[in-house]
């Protein structure tokens, strides 16, 4: 088995447990341990138009809001080591463990990121585009790290898979960041809007180049499945869906910048997505 160098970001929202399950499933299936960040302090709540009309009172109650998330996210962490631990004793390596706290989560992400091989998000956080934009975009952005949108508590091996490919570096990144899933899956589609595909891409698209580099990593293509909908994010979604994909590997933030690539395309769709598969997306 692969090992994968996981990190899960938390803020303490309802749906922490999907991307902290999810690391930790695939830590413990690929001989690992997931980190946890808490990006709760790093939130759009300390803009500086909140830093300058907050008064005593209202900065107190941000720190209290600050330690009970903190716990929050440690008791999960632990409810989740504690799961998979599966009786083996003190000793054992955890399958998931909360990275030491930093004045800020950009202090963590600029520790954690240099080494990881995925970092596995909730949709919330993907979809309000929190930890996308800002100082903890920019440390995304510079590590190139793939992230993984959790849309369930479980990424189970021997599922099927699609993979979105305009023959983009994005989509090569994300292929490459999910071989190790896609090699467990039980079966594969590449999907594609056809017509949106840059002309100048040219063979760099054509799906059979991706079936021959995949088959060369033991990773076999079963079909391609190709849409002409007009939105190519929500259609490259469906197209997954009626496949029965688990799991959509997609390029994404084809700009230079995060928070210029969200406003609109493709990766709009990707991140709004509060149901599906869960997305892998690299940029």
Do not use: C
């Not at 499933?25 to 808490?38: E, F, I, N, P, Q």
């Not at 996210?73 to 083996?88: F, K, M």
């Not at 091989?117 to 952005?141: N, T």
């Not at 999907?191 to 580099?213: C, F, M, N, T, W």
């Amino acid at each position: 088995m692969t090992p994968l160098s996981i990190l899960a970001l938390a803020a303490a929202g309802s749906d922490d447990r999907l991307a902290v399950a999810v690391a930790a499933d695939l830590a413990h299936r690929h001989a690992s341990t997931a980190r946890v960040v808490d990006v709760f302090t790093s939130l759009p709540q300390l803009t500086p138009s909140f830093q300058a009309g907050a008064t005593p009172r209202i900065w107190e109650m941000r720190i209290e809001d600050q330690i009970s998330a903190r716990g929050a996210i440690a008791a999960l962490v632990r409810q989740e080591a504690e799961r998979l631990s599966g009786g083996a004793g003190d000793n054992a390596a955890p399958a998931v463990e909360l990275a030491p706290s930093d004045d800020t989560a950009w202090a963590a992400l600029k520790r954690e990121l240099p080494l990881i091989d995925l970092v596995v998000v909730a949709p919330s956080l993907a979809a309000g585009v929190s930890v996308l934009a800002g100082p903890l975009g920019e440390a995304m952005m510079d590590a190139r790290a793939p992230i993984l949108v959790a849309h369930a508590e479980t990424l189970a091996p021997g599922r099927p898979a699609a993979v979105a490919w305009d023959g983009s570096f994005e989509a090569g990144r994300a292929v490459r960041a999910a071989l190790p899933l896609l090699k467990e899956a039980s079966r594969i589609a590449i999907v594609q809007q056809v017509e949106e595909i840059d002309a100048s891409a040219g063979a760099a698209a054509d799906p059979e180049r991706l079936k021959r580099y995949l088959a060369g990593h033991n990773v076999a293509v079963e079909t391609t499945i190709e849409t002409r909908e007009r939105n190519v994010g929500s259609a490259l979604l469906r197209a997954a869906e009626r496949y029965g994909a688990e799991l959509l590997v997609a390029g994404a933030y084809g700009h230079s910048r995060v928070g210029e690539a969200l406003v609109g395309g493709a990766t709009r769709a990707f991140l709004a997505a509060r149901s599906g598969p869960h997305l892998l997306l690299a940029h």
